[in-house]
């Protein structure tokens, strides 16, 4: 089990940087795997993290996303709105273009992104949908597909 949880700790380090593998996998962890023995969900503490996909990158779930929130210096994986966005994330809404205040200029579409209040808050977790330069951009446009939603 040990060198299973050191496995995922390196592709969450490649994924999202040094420190996210054992920011994510820390404390009681379980890992839920398909028919095949391959791993699929990945809990810690009870909450689901992340999920591993068959693609060989991580989904994150809320508590993966708060996790992440606390090892990962800002602006690393984060997209900024403000007041006027937060109830439909929270609701599980998708972002658009329009209501990014700001965001880490490594983002390229397909990226799990942490979705924050300008207060620092998370609200949710997604997967971006536009780069960086493009939600900064644009003005029309889905910029993070919503996946999960952190209740107020």
Same mark, same amino acid.
């Given at each position: 089990m040990a060198s299973d949880i050191d496995a995922l700790r390196t592709v969450a380090d490649y994924q999202?940087? @040094?420190? %996210?593998?054992?920011?994510?996998?820390e404390g009681d962890v379980v890992v839920q795997?398909?028919?095949?023995?391959?791993p699929q969900q990945i809990l810690a503490d009870g909450e689901r993290v992340v999920s591993y996909g068959t693609d060989g990158r991580f989904t994150l779930g809320v508590a993966g996303g708060l996790r992440l929130q606390r090892a990962l210096e @800002?602006? %690393?994986y984060r997209v900024v709105v403000g007041d006027d966005s937060e109830p439909f994330v929270r609701e599980e809404r998708n972002v658009f273009a329009k209501f990014v205040q700001r965001?880490?200029?490594?983002i390229r579409p397909g990226d799990e992104v942490l979705v924050e209040h300008d207060r620092g808050d998370l609200l949710a977790v997604g997967r971006a949908e536009l780069? %960086?330069?493009a939600m900064a951009d644009f003005g029309t446009g889905m910029a993070i597909k919503i996946r999960d939603g952190r209740p107020a």
């Open positions: 999202f940087g @040094a420190g %996210a593998g054992a920011a994510l996998f795997r398909t028919g095949s023995g391959r @800002a602006p %690393a965001v880490d200029p490594q780069s %960086a330069d």
